[in-house]
């Protein structure tokens, strides 16, 4: 039973940098969800989807990030031209989407640290 | 816009007693309610939910209590175990996503 998979596990970056994080879901789950968590904070949602449709994103989700999930299996996050304030743990997450209970799995997330 | 409050940052419970966990909610449409575990460096970890037609819900030492009318929820764990120290989020669903609260801190003491 393989999880959620997340790679880097770790990321130092210098500011301005662009950084690509990977996120491979559980097989037959057909959503998966990218988060940010920082320090003494919950996760924050940042985007979704569906298969490959990206079926929201939050504003929290500037310019600089964009995400694809291009044969609706595994999933990328990039953030361009990163700032200090994008130091945090970015999760990834997945669902079947014929589940009502809306449980997610969490991958063990990537740390981001922006010098 | 924090609609999912735990306003108590840590808690901290001899081994063997019982843990409470309380949770706060603003938004009347979230559905379900799930309680997560949180190891340092580690993803966060299901450990129980309840849907919004319920009241309580239980799964051997963890019991989930919902107070709809209060926009309430909290988590019973008992007894308490020293591999219970984590941090727990609370989190509700509206349709498709997840709302988190910021956590809490459970430190179980010998």
């Known amino acids: 039973d393989t999880g959620v998979s997340q790679d880097p596990r770790h990321k130092i970056t210098k500011r301005g940098q662009n950084v690509t994080f990977r996120c491979d879901p559980i097989s037959e789950h057909n959503r998966l969800y990218w988060y940010r968590q920082t320090l003494g904070q919950g996760p924050e949602f940042l985007t979704y989807?569906?298969?490959?449709?990206?079926?929201?994103k939050s504003r929290l989700l500037s310019d600089r990030f964009s995400a694809e999930r291009p044969k609706g299996s595994f999933s990328t996050l990039e953030i361009q031209r990163t700032e200090q304030g994008d130091s945090a743990m970015y999760l990834c997450?997945?669902?079947?989407?014929?589940?009502?209970?809306?449980?997610?799995?969490f991958g063990s997330g990537t740390q981001l640290s922006v010098l | 816009d924090q609609q999912v409050k735990q306003n108590s940052p840590s808690l901290s419970v001899q081994e063997g007693r019982i843990s409470i966990l309380n949770c706060d909610y603003t938004n009347s449409m979230f559905d379900y309610f799930l309680w997560y575990k949180k190891y340092p460096a580690e993803g966060p970890t299901f450990l129980i939910s309840i849907s919004s037609i319920k009241d309580k819900n239980e799964d051997g030492r963890f019991t989930v209590f919902l107070n709809k009318s209060a926009k309430h929820l909290s988590l019973h764990i008992v007894p308490s175990q020293p591999g219970d120290s984590a941090v727990y989020f609370c989190a509700a669903s509206a349709p498709y996503k997840l709302s988190f609260g910021a956590g809490t801190t459970v430190t179980v003491r010998a």
């Open positions: 989807f569906q298969n490959e449709a990206q079926l929201e």
């Open positions: 997450a997945s669902r079947p989407g014929w589940e009502s209970n809306e449980k997610l799995f």
